[in-house]
């Protein structure tokens, strides 16, 4: 069966820097806890008064992968878009993004809800639809708009502090003699789907969106997160996806050139790539300081950065693994 490669890739971040500074006229923080608790110096936002959502975002990434592929927007025979920041509830944000971008009236277009594992997700599905044949170009996007969801309240300063804005894109082709994606392992548990969630507005209410689950103390519309509860599943939960890959396709951590972990906290990334695996710092590839958390969007921001920087190059083994809501988590492991 013939296997497929990423031949584009193209991010974006909103011009707008929040740091952490910054978010003190809302919450109250500390650039020290941030820092020491999570790496994150600032992240990207859109400007407040709406307007602005994961499509459009997606699009500028979406665009950048396009030119990096040598491709326009008529090639495309699928959109896959993975967000948990959707424009809105219904329907899929690949739709808005597909008539923004101009791919022509008649395209697939697939939304993918995995949240952190998102790109992951995407990337799979992609990889499955090439190796059958059924597409040869298609669109995968990540791309998330957290900041206008967040609760700007002390309130909720777990969360909101560690969210960033930000989009990445990757053109998906069948493979060449140097690139593939060699293979790529899914999983989940919705035991803990509560651990980390937004709410509201949901079917499960009537009315699915009534003022008063909205408004003074009440905060079902604001994403929540048992912190400690996620990040000690994070860490065994990558460092299993990272093993599975390399144990799958018979080959060792020496092998790897550079691991891409999910930004979430660099804390995470730290236990996993230094105690857990015992990579050296040049093999674990973070940008989470100057991005913050951008969930869907992470993995592809960081590859294509990892890429524009040079420390990764065409034909080098590489591996992604994410962990998130769902919980889910996976990982790729792939020629690049
Ligand atoms: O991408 C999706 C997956 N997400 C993750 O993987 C995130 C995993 N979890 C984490 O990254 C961390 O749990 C957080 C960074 C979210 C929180 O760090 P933590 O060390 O687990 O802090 P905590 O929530 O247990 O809170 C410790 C203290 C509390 O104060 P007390 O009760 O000890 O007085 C919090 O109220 O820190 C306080 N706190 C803050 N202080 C200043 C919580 N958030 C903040 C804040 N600034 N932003």
Redesign the pocket.
Same mark, same amino acid.
């Given at each position: 069966m013939r296997k497929s490669r990423i031949a584009g890739l193209g991010s974006y971040v909103p011009e707008r820097i929040v740091t952490n500074d910054d978010?003190k006229q809302w919450? %109250?923080?500390?650039d020290e806890?941030?820092q020491e608790?999570?790496g994150i110096k600032q992240r990207h936002w859109v400007p407040d008064g709406g307007g602005i959502g994961s499509s459009d975002l997606g699009c500028e990434a979406s665009k950048r992968a396009l030119a990096d592929a040598g491709l326009e927007p008529k090639d495309i025979q699928m959109i896959i878009f993975a967000t948990l920041s959707p424009d809105h509830m219904f329907p899929g944000t690949g739709v808005f993004l597909q008539r923004k971008l101009g791919v022509p009236a008649g395209t697939a277009a697939l939304d993918v809800r995995q +949240?952190?594992t998102g790109f992951i997700y995407g990337l799979s599905v992609a990889d499955q639809f090439i190796r059958t044949g059924m597409y040869d170009r298609i669109l995968l996007v990540g791309a998330e708009v957290h900041s206008s969801g967040l609760d700007r309240s002390?309130r909720g300063? %777990?969360?909101?502090?560690?969210?960033g804005d930000g989009a990445g894109a990757a053109v998906i082709t069948p493979a060449d003699e140097e690139s593939q994606i060699i293979s790529t392992h899914l999983h989940a548990d919705g035991n803990f789907a509560e651990d980390?969630w937004l709410e509201y507005p949901s079917s499960k209410e009537h009315p699915q969106c009534g003022v008063e689950q909205i408004s003074g103390d009440h905060t079902r519309h604001f994403p929540k997160?048992? @912190?400690?509860q996620?990040?000690k599943h /994070?860490v065994p939960k990558m460092a299993e996806a990272v093993f599975e890959a390399l144990a799958k396709n018979g080959v060792s951590l020496a092998d790897l050139k550079m691991l891409i972990p999910? +930004? /979430?906290?660099l804390?995470?990334n730290e236990y996993v790539a230094k105690q857990v695996l015992g990579l050296p710092d040049e093999k674990c590839f973070n940008n989470i300081d100057h991005v913050g958390?951008t969930?869907a969007a992470?993995i592809p921001l960081a590859l294509d950065e990892c890429r524009r920087l040079g420390k990764v190059q065409k034909g080098d083994l590489v591996c992604l693994a994410a962990? @998130? /809501?769902g919980f889910t988590w996976g990982s790729a492991l792939l020629r690049l």
């Open positions: 978010l919450v %109250d923080t500390s806890w941030i608790r999570t +949240q952190c002390t300063r %777990d969360v909101t502090v560690i969210f980390l997160m048992k @912190g400690r996620v990040f /994070a999910h +930004q /979430a906290n804390r995470i958390n969930t992470s962990f @998130g /809501a």
